[in-house]
C-alpha cells in the first residue's frame, strides 16, 4: 500500500515538473558559456578569481527565458580585458544534487558569483537581460568601491534614485579605511561603494573631518552619516537605514525592492492596508508617525494600496471590506489584525500591541458541512482530527488560491485522490497557506516538496 502512496506522490512530482515549463525552448548552446558538473566544478572553479556560475533545471521556465540572455551576456563579455567567465551547472541531474545543495540552491535559476577560486561567494542580484548582464558583471569584477576624485565622478556614482555608499576619509589608509573596504566586499553585491578624500564633491552632506559613512537614499532622509567602523556596527546601520520608516507597496516599480527588503527583515511587521485613491491622505501622515515613534523598537511598518494588495488580503483570509486594516505578524508568524481602523486609533492600538494588550488573530473557515469532493477540505481547526489523529497516510496540499501553479495542479491532485478514493488508510487533502507545497504524513514520518520555485 506504502508504494501505491508514493506512486501518487510521484505522479504529483512529475505533474509538478510539467506544470513549471512553461515557456518557450532555449536557443541553442553556445560555447562560450562553460559547462560544469561535479567532476569537473572544484578543478574550474580554482583557476579562476572571478567567475560567475547558474545553478538550473531543464525544465524550468525562467531558466529558459534566461538562457539566451545569459549566452549574449557570455559572448560580450568573452571579450572583456580580462575576459569575465560565465558558466552553468544542470542542478537538477542526480549527480550535481550534492554540489546545488553545498551552495543552498532552493529555486532556479541560482546565479553565484565566486571570487578568489571559489573561496568568496557571493549572490547574483543583477538583472536579467544580456546588456544588463554585462554592465553589472563589469562592475562586480572590478574595484569593490570607486575613487570620487571630481563632482562628476560623484554624479555618476550616486542616483538619486537608488542607494549608493560613500566613505569619506582624511587619507586613504588606517583601520577604518580598511573596514570599509572589507564593508564593500561584502555588500558590493547590494550598493554601489564609492570613497573620496573630500566630502565637498559629494551631492549632499556636510563636510566631516573624520572617517564617515555616507549613505545616499530616495526616501526619508536623503543623506546619512554614520562615524563607528566597527564591522557589525556598519552592517547594523545599513540594514536599518535602506528600508524607508514605512514601505510603500502600490503599483510603482521603484518600490519593489523595499517590499523584498521589508519581507525580509527580521523585525516585527505591522502592514496597514488602505484605499490609496480614497484613503491616503487620511492616513498617511498619521501613520509615519506612529512608524517614526517605534523606529529601532524591533517593529518595521508598509503602508499598501488596498486596489493593488489583493493577494495580501488572500493570504491572510481577510476580506476587502475590512480595509482599512492593519495587521502585526510577529517573527514567530503570530497575527494581530484591527479591521476599519480609524487614523486616530492606530497609535494606541499599536501601543496596545506593544504592551502584550491584544489576543492573537487565528482564523480558521468553517468546517464543511458537506465535503465529498474527491480532495478532502482541511481548515485550521479540523486540521488535527483530519491529518494527525486521522491514522492514516495523509498527501496534504497547503495552497493559494491565487497561485496559477495550484490552479493547474488541482485538477491532478483530484485524479490521484480518485485512484486512492476507496482506500481507507489514504486521504488525499488540501489547505490554504502560503507558500504553496505537498506534506506526506506517513507513519509519524513528515516530508515535504515545495510548489513555489520563483
Not at 17 to 40: G, I, M, R, W
Request: charged share 25%; aromatic share 12%; hydrophobic share 40%.
Amino acid at each position: 500500500m506504502e508504494a501505491r502512496v508514493w506512486s501518487g506522490v510521484l505522479l504529483v512530482s512529475v505533474a509538478l515538473v510539467a506544470l513549471l515549463s512553461v515557456t518557450p525552448a532555449a536557443a541553442d548552446e553556445v560555447e562560450k558559456v562553460l559547462t560544469l558538473d561535479h567532476s569537473n566544478f572544484s578543478d574550474i572553479v580554482s583557476n579562476h578569481s572571478f567567475i560567475v556560475v547558474e545553478f538550473y533545471a531543464p525544465w524550468c521556465g525562467h531558466c529558459k527565458s534566461l538562457a539566451p540572455e545569459y549566452e549574449k551576456a557570455a559572448s560580450i563579455l568573452s571579450s572583456n580585458d580580462p575576459p569575465i567567465v560565465l558558466s552553468k551547472v544542470d542542478a537538477n541531474e542526480e549527480a550535481n544534487k550534492e554540489l546545488a545543495s553545498e551552495f543552498q540552491v532552493q529555486g532556479f535559476p541560482t546565479i553565484k558569483i565566486l571570487r578568489n577560486g571559489g573561496k568568496n561567494i557571493q549572490e547574483y542580484n543583477g538583472p536579467r537581460e544580456a546588456a544588463g548582464i554585462v554592465d553589472y558583471l563589469k562592475k562586480q569584477a572590478g574595484p569593490a568601491s570607486t575613487e570620487i576624485k571630481s563632482v562628476e565622478d560623484a554624479a555618476g556614482l550616486v542616483d538619486e534614485k537608488k542607494i549608493s555608499i560613500v566613505g569619506v576619509f582624511p587619507k586613504f589608509s588606517g583601520e577604518e579605511y580598511e573596514t570599509f573596504w572589507a564593508l564593500a566586499e561584502k555588500l558590493r553585491s547590494d550598493y554601489d561603494f564609492g570613497h573620496t578624500l573630500d566630502a565637498k564633491l559629494l551631492p549632499k552632506g556636510e563636510s566631516v573631518s573624520k572617517p564617515t559613512l555616507r549613505l545616499f537614499k530616495p526616501f526619508d532622509e536623503l543623506v546619512v552619516d554614520f562615524q563607528d567602523f566597527k564591522v557589525d556596527a556598519l552592517e547594523k546601520f545599513i540594514e536599518e537605514s535602506t528600508i524607508p520608516i514605512v514601505t510603500v507597496w502600490d503599483s510603482n516599480p521603484n518600490n519593489h525592492p523595499y517590499i523584498n527588503k521589508f519581507f525580509g527583515g527580521s523585525d516585527d511587521k505591522a502592514l496597514l492596508f488602505v484605499t490609496f485613491n480614497k484613503e491616503k491622505d487620511a492616513f498617511e501622515a498619521k501613520y509615519k508617525n506612529v512608524a517614526t515613534l517605534y523606529k529601532g523598537k524591533g517593529i518595521s511598518f508598509m503602508f499598501g494600496d488596498a486596489d493593488v494588495t489583493q493577494n495580501a488580503f488572500q493570504y491572510f483570509g481577510l476580506k476587502p471590506e475590512q480595509a482599512p486594516l492593519l495587521i502585526i505578524q510577529t517573527k514567530d508568524g503570530q497575527k494581530y489584525l484591527k479591521a476599519n481602523i480609524e487614523p486616530d486609533q492606530i497609535e494606541s492600538w499599536v501601543k496596545d500591541y506593544k504592551e502584550g494588550l491584544l489576543k492573537p488573530f487565528i482564523r480558521s473557515e468553517p468546517i464543511p458541512e458537506v465535503n465529498n469532493e474527491p480532495v478532502k477540505v482541511v481548515v485550521r481547526d479540523s486540521l488535527q482530527d483530519v491529518v494527525f489523529n486521522s491514522g492514516k497516510n495523509v498527501l496534504l496540499e497547503f495552497y493559494a488560491p491565487w497561485c496559477g501553479h495550484c490552479k493547474s495542479l488541482a485538477p491532478i491532485l483530484d485524479e490521484v485522490a480518485i485512484s486512492f478514493e476507496k482506500d481507507p488508510n489514504v486521504l488525499i487533502a488540501k489547505f490554504v497557506r502560503f507558500p504553496p507545497k505537498i506534506m506526506i504524513y506517513m507513519h509519524h514520518i513528515i516530508s515535504s516538496c515545495s510548489l513555489y520555485t520563483e
